[in-house]
């Protein structure tokens, strides 16, 4: 995958004229619609003081998941441990909130805003190990811009 054609539109829709909502909208839609093994894509931030994910904006299926609590799920675990979860086969996992049977891998990146986790990217799959180092990069710069937002 050569992803520098998808980072430069990241580029792009995060400099529109856009408002913030519009732009995270425009993000999922893209990046669901660009590569075919993001099946569904959202972003969660941190629910005011609460020690809690809110799902803000996505592209692909309704989710039941709206409030995740820190610590549970792979949406949970980032939300503490700061780093990166890229899970290439989702029944290998315990602590996984499954929104379907169909999906069968999962990454989350985080945001940061001043040092600050404040939320993250969520990428599901229906494929298993479809993830590389180039989704982490590309999922990185994303984040690191829409933080740059935030
Ligand atoms: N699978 C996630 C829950 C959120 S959904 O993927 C939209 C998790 O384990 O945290």
Redesign the pocket.
């Known amino acids: 995958m050569n992803i520098t054609p998808l980072k430069n539109k990241i580029s792009e829709i995060i400099g529109s004229e856009k408002s913030t909502p519009e732009k995270l909208q425009s993000i999922c839609d893209f990046l669901k619609e660009e590569i075919s093994y993001y099946d569904?894509v959202?972003f969660?931030f941190k629910n005011g003081n609460k020690n809690e994910l809110k799902?803000a904006e996505?592209a692909g299926e309704e989710?039941e998941?709206t409030i995740?609590p820190f610590g549970?799920?792979?949406?949970?675990?980032v939300a503490l441990s700061n780093e990166n979860f890229v899970v290439q086969d989702?029944q290998e996992?315990d602590?996984?909130?499954?929104?379907g049977w169909k999906?069968k891998s999962?990454i989350?990146i985080p945001i940061f805003v001043k040092d600050q986790n404040i939320g993250q990217i969520?990428i599901?799959s229906h494929t298993v190990s479809p993830f590389t180092a180039q989704d982490e990069e590309l999922l990185e710069f994303t984040c690191t811009l829409v933080g740059n937002l935030l």
């Open positions: 569904w959202g969660y799902l996505y989710t998941h995740i549970k799920g792979i949406c949970g675990q989702v996992q602590n996984y909130i499954s929104c999906i999962e989350v969520d599901d």
